[in-house]
């Protein structure tokens, strides 16, 4: 099975800040990722798919990369509305797919 | 864009079955090709794949789950279903329905939390 290792569990940076969190895959998944924003009491929302695709509507500081079996999550000048918590979730294979276990971002 | 809002009871005793309902606006549940699915996060969690509902009836189920859950579908109400059997504690969590295509989850009800206490 493809487990996903999240990296930081939490982060605290000032407004202006880049910011980069990080998913792991335990095997090699393609550009198989997505990453999820969950702003505070709120659903999550669809932020890239396929690793560095920004959904419409996505403000151009989220970009998303990958190196082999690593994938990063980079908001490039942190603001106050970015605070809430950040998921990958993997697609490789069949269903059911994992998600990574979250980083909660929070302003300095 | 597609809203979902999930509805069913908050607590639900041990053993017994847990059951929500997702009633979907601004989208058909019988139409295109997409996937109905749902989702958990337990208090301070991460997330959980619940399972999921093609449009045209098939199912996935997380098989750490899957003795335990039924995903249906009512084209009728525009709606769809989670049944949950013999739950514990552990069940307790908040609940999401979500649209999405094949490999992701597009759309997010605002989610609804169950607790499972005596």
């Known amino acids: 099975d493809v487990q996903m290792t999240q990296s930081p569990s939490s982060l605290s940076a000032s407004v202006g800040d880049r910011v980069t969190i990080t998913c792991q895959a335990n095997q090699d998944i393609g550009n198989y990722l997505n990453w999820y924003q969950q702003l505070p009491g709120k659903a999550p929302q669809l932020l890239i798919y396929?690793?560095?695709n920004l959904k419409t509507g996505v403000p151009s500081r989220f970009s998303g990369s990958e190196s082999g079996t690593n994938f990063t999550l980079t908001i490039s000048s942190l603001q106050p509305e970015d605070t809430g918590t950040y998921f990958c979730q993997h697609y490789h294979g069949l269903p059911p797919w994992t998600f990574g276990q979250g980083t909660k971002v929070e302003i300095k | 864009q597609v809203q979902l809002q999930e509805s069913g009871p908050g607590l639900v005793k041990p053993s017994q079955t847990l059951s929500l309902t997702c009633s979907v606006s601004g989208g058909s549940v019988s139409s295109g090709s997409d996937y109905w699915s749902w989702i958990r996060q337990p208090a301070g969690k991460g997330l959980e794949f619940i399972g999921r509902?093609?449009?045209?009836?098939?199912?996935t189920y997380n098989p750490s789950l899957k003795s335990r859950v039924i995903i249906s579908i009512d084209k009728t109400k525009n709606q769809f279903s989670l049944s949950l059997s013999s739950v514990t504690a552990a069940d307790t969590a908040l609940y999401f329905c979500?649209?999405?295509?094949?490999?992701?989850?597009?759309?997010w009800g605002q989610g609804t939390l169950v607790i499972v206490s005596s």
């Open positions: 509902i093609y449009t045209k009836g098939s199912t």
């Open positions: 979500a649209r999405g295509g094949w490999t992701s989850f597009d759309d």
């Open positions: 396929d690793a560095f």
